[in-house]
C-alpha cells in the first residue's frame, strides 16, 4: 500500500510539474501575442496580416518590417460591447493621426460588428479588389474576432480555400471557439456565399 501511494505520488508530482510548465509556456505565448505582438500574424507572405490594436507609436515599425500599404481597421465606437472592445472614438483618431504621418500608407476605417454586414464586405472589397493597397494589414480591438472573420472571408475570395478550410483556420491551437457550428461567426463563414457564386 505505501509502494503504491509513493508510486501515485511521484505520478502526481510528474503531472504537476508538465501542467505548470505547460501553463507558464502558454501565460509566456499569451503574453507576448496580445501585449508584445499585439496577435500579429501573416495571413498571406507579403500580402496580408491581421492584427489586433498596434499602438499609435508602433505602426511605423510595422509598416516598415511589413511594408504595409494599407491598413483597415475594423473598430468603430459604440459597439454595445465596449468591456470586451472599449472602442473609444480617441484611439481611433491617434491611430488616424499616426497612419497620417508615415507616407504612402493608406487607412480604412470599416467599422463593423462581429458578424459583416453587405456594407461592410463591400467596403472591404473595394479596399482589397485594388492590387496597389497590397500589403494590407487587416485589424480590430484584440485581433481575434473581426480581424479573423475578414481574413476568413479574403482567404474564401481571393485565394479559393473552402469556406470550412477558412473558417477553421481562424484558430489555430484552441479548437472551441466562437467560430464553431452553431455560434453565429462559424455558422456565417460556412454559409458564406463566395460573390463569383452569386
Known sequence: MTNMFQKNKKIFRILLL????????????????YKMNHNFETITEGKVF???VIPPDEIADYVAKYKIKSIIDLR??????????PEIPSELKAEKEAVAKIK???HFNIGSD????????????KVMDNPAN?????????????AQMYSAIYRIE?????????????????KFSSF????PKGDYLHNYVKRSKK
Open 50 to 52: 491581421k492584427s489586433g
Open 180 to 183: 464553431d457550428l452553431g455560434k
Open 158 to 174: 481571393y485565394e479559393n480555400w473552402t469556406n470550412d478550410e477558412a473558417r477553421l483556420a481562424t484558430r489555430t491551437i484552441v
Open 76 to 85: 468603430y465606437p459604440g459597439t454595445g460591447d465596449d468591456v470586451n472592445n
Open 134 to 146: 497590397y500589403p494590407v494589414l487587416i485589424h480590430c480591438f484584440h485581433g481575434v474576432g473581426r
Open 104 to 106: 504612402g500608407l493608406n
Open 18 to 33: 508538465v501542467i505548470t510548465i505547460a501553463a507558464i509556456v502558454w501565460g509566456k505565448s499569451y503574453i507576448y501575442d
Open 114 to 125: 462581429q458578424v459583416p454586414q453587405q456594407h461592410n464586405l463591400d467596403a472591404f472589397f
